[in-house]
């Protein structure tokens, strides 16, 4: 294994810029994991020569690893020799032809056509590749950075300490969970699968309780919220595997009102308790705050807009303080959360650029949480962000909430474009009328008119706000194309 931090360059094809987007997702991932990598968005100068650069990087001896990413584009230049793509394919292709290190170039597929074929140049098609097309994403990242750190996976394991579960009554609470979640993709029978999951829900609870801590400190807390990923990222599989379900939102509606009230509760961590500090409970606010951006950015992905609409206009009955028995009905703005810890209590004490940011919160969430391929840092983004926009539209006013939510993550979000922008097409204002709850056109424009910019949702110091849908389209231009 590497005892050094390799260098990668990524080789691509400006496909689109979306297809943009996943490369930077990927790279940005790849060095939060030690990577060292070289990509042209980052590293290519204005006034350098692109083909000086990519020769540079191809040939570069302290250069580790080529990720040759491949789609349809990208095969069919490298193919024809064509524009960038032709121009990097002849020097790599030369380096391989002239018996460079084989292990050097790594194919990596990004696409597949119709019938599931691979797009790969054919120079390439010889060579073992990796594939980051499909819904094996993630074993296939794991092994690509195995690669690129020279650390199999077959390999003779060092011998490490007893596991601290062996002390204890209780499994192992990740293996616990993993296991609760796949008892429900297992079962069939409706109404022993709404007990699976509830028993998933019970068993996700019990893992957060070793999270609870009186007075915590800044220190601890970051590493609590790190570690917490893992369990949330089990979480983030559980709700694909129960999104098949009839009423999908509104078991997890059901799901997140259990949880806040469990978790927002001194009785679940010291029963009988006569007092509490409000702040040791940030950590599960922050925790439900982010699961429930992530289970609209998981509707959002699938366009269940259905689900999304009885996600967001359940009642949800919640306890107004952990100490205490008063519920009330709020709607789902009460999951909207500012976590005090981070943002005055950890912020400040960091050094800049770190305390500079608008929300160190927001940094966080989309440096080093994302949970690829849905899960990105752009679309969690979008998702917060779309969790504000819709929100005057949904006619919530007879519940308690905090007014429009406010979304944390808005400066992180696409500024370019919207699924708002759709609105002009019929078919997708006929897609999205069950987000709002209507039957027509018109009752949708009724609707989005209410959507406006709230002038004061904004991080100080910034030159934008948070968008509204009418920021990106007009109530006569919708519907006005099939």
Request: aromatic letters at 14%.
């Amino acid at each position: 294994m590497l005892d050094r931090t390799p260098k990668v360059f990524i080789s691509y094809s400006w496909t689109s810029k979306e297809y943009q987007e996943t490369v930077i997702a990927l790279a940005s991932r790849m060095r939060h994991d030690g990577v060292d990598v070289k990509l042209d968005v980052w590293d290519l100068k204005d006034g350098q020569g692109k083909y000086t650069y990519m020769e540079q990087c191809v040939s570069d001896n302290s250069i580790d690893k080529v990720l040759i990413l491949s789609d349809k584009l990208y095969a069919s230049k490298a193919d024809k020799r064509k524009g960038g793509v032709g121009d990097e394919t002849t020097i790599i292709s030369a380096e391989i032809y002239e018996d460079a290190d084989q292990q050097k170039f790594i194919p990596v597929v990004m696409e597949r056509d119709d019938d599931g074929r691979e797009y790969l140049p054919v120079y390439l098609r010889s060579r073992i590749y990796r594939d980051l097309s499909g819904k094996d994403y993630e074993l296939e990242y794991k092994a690509l950075l195995r690669t690129i750190f020279e650390a199999p996976t077959y390999q003779k394991p060092q011998i490490g300490k007893q596991p601290d579960w062996l002390k204890e009554e209780t499994p192992d609470a990740i293996y616990a969970l993993k296991e609760a979640s796949k008892r429900i993709s297992l079962l069939d029978l409706e109404k022993v699968k709404k007990t699976a999951v509830r028993d998933f829900l019970d068993t996700y609870i019990e893992a957060m309780k070793q999270f609870y801590s009186e007075n915590c400190d800044g220190e601890r807390y970051i590493k609590n919220f790190s570690e917490m990923k893992a369990y949330r990222n089990v979480f983030l599989d559980h709700i694909a595997a129960i999104s098949e379900n009839d009423n999908f939102g509104s078991i997890m509606a059901d799901e997140f009102e259990t949880m806040y009230n469990t978790l927002y509760n001194v009785d679940t961590f010291n029963l009988g308790a006569s007092s509490c500090n409000n702040d040791d409970f940030d950590l599960f606010q922050l925790h439900i705050w982010e699961l429930f951006v992530c289970a609209t950015t998981y509707m959002l992905h699938f366009d269940m807009y259905k689900d999304i609409h009885e996600l967001l206009v359940h009642t949800y009955f919640l306890k107004t303080l952990p100490l205490g028995n008063e519920f009330r009905p709020y709607d789902y703005t009460n999951f909207r959360f500012y976590s005090k810890m981070i943002e005055e209590r950890v912020k400040p004490q960091l050094p800049e650029p770190l305390s500079n940011k608008y929300t160190l919160t927001g940094h966080y969430i989309v440096s080093e949480r994302a949970y690829m391929p849905i899960y990105t840092p752009k679309a969690m983004a979008n998702a917060d962000l779309f969790l504000y926009q819709v929100y005057n539209g949904l006619n919530l006013e007879q519940l308690m909430g905090w007014g429009a939510w406010f979304p944390t993550l808005y400066v992180y979000a696409d500024q370019n474009h919207s699924i708002w922008q759709k609105l002009c097409s019929k078919r997708f204002c006929e897609k999205v009328m069950p987000l709002f709850g209507v039957e027509t056109v018109k009752d949708l424009q009724k609707a989005i008119s209410k959507c406006v910019i709230e002038k004061d949702y904004r991080y100080q110091g910034t030159w934008h706000g948070a968008s509204s849908i009418l920021t990106w389209i007009k109530l006569e231009d919708m519907a006005t194309l099939p």
